[in-house]
C-alpha cells in the first residue's frame, strides 16, 4: 500500500506527518515509526506525527519519537500540524487539549498549565523539584517541568560548553526518572533571553524542542531569574515563550513543509 507522508519542521526539529484523518492507514506499531524514522534507511525524522480524527477536538495528534516511544507532547509539532491545518483548532493529544493557530508562517499554541509536583513528572521518589539535589558530573541541582512530558533543566555558565551527546543519554535513562526524561542544558544571558540545547528522550539532540523551550523558560521564571515573557534560543532558532498570569504558557514560534511524497507501507512493515 503506498501511502502519503509530509515532511515538517519546527527550527529543524523535523517531523514525517502521517494523515490518518483522510488516509486510511494499517495500525501504527513502535518498531515501524523507528524504522520510517531512520535517517538512513527510512524517511528519517526525529518524530513520526499521525493525525487522525478526534471526538473531543478538531483531530488528534499521536507523537512517536525516532526510537518508536510513544509520547504525550510536542511543541515543535504542535505548531507544523496547525500550519498545516490552515486555521486555529483544538488538538487532542496524550498530554492533553490544546489550542492552537496559525501565525505568520508559524503558530501559537496553548501549551497549558506546567506541573511540578515529582510524582507528576514523574520522579522516582520525592524531592524538592525546583532544585534537585542531584547531579552527574558538572551538571547539578536541575529544576523538574512537566509540560505535557518530562524535562530536566539545568542552568549552566555556557550550554554549548556541555558534553550533551554523552551526559544526555545517561540522565535520560537514570532510575530517577522512571518514565525517562528530556534533558535542557540552559544559559540565562538576560531576563528576557535564554540560551538552550536539548537532548531528547527518545531522539537524542535536536535542533529545537518546543516543550523544552515551555520547561525552561518557566523553571528561569520560578527561579527569579527570567521575566514572565522570554526569547528562548535553540540551535535551529528562536521561540517566543509567555507564562501568563492563569498560569498557562504560550509559545510562538516558526514552523515549515519541507517536501511531501510517498513510501511503500509493506517496506517498512
Ligand atoms: N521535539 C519535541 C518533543 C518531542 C517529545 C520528546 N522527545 C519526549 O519524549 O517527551 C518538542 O518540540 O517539544
Redesign the pocket.
Known sequence: MRVPFIKMH?LG?DFVVLDARRDTLPAMTGALAARIADRRTGIGC??LILLEPSDSADFRMR?V?ADG?E????????RAVVLLHGAPARIETDGGLLAAEPRDGGATVDMGRPRFGWDEIPLAYAMDTLSMPVGWDGLKTPAAVN?????AVFFVPDCDAVALESLGPRIENDPLFPE???VNVATVESRSRIRLR?W????GL?R???????ATAVAAMRRGLADRAVEVVLPGGPLDIRWGEDGRIAMTGPAREAYRGTFEWDDFA
Do not use: K
Not at 509520547?71 to 504542535?78: D, E, L, Q
Not at 509540560?147 to 524535562?151: I, M, Q, R, W
Open positions: 519546527g526539529n526525529d518524530q507523537i519519537n516511544s509520547v504525550g507532547a510536542c511543541g515543535n509539532a504542535t509540560v505535557g512530558n518530562p524535562h525517562r526524561v528530556n536539548v531528547e528522550r527518545g531522539a535536536t529545537a524542542c518546543g516543550t523544552g523551550a515551555c
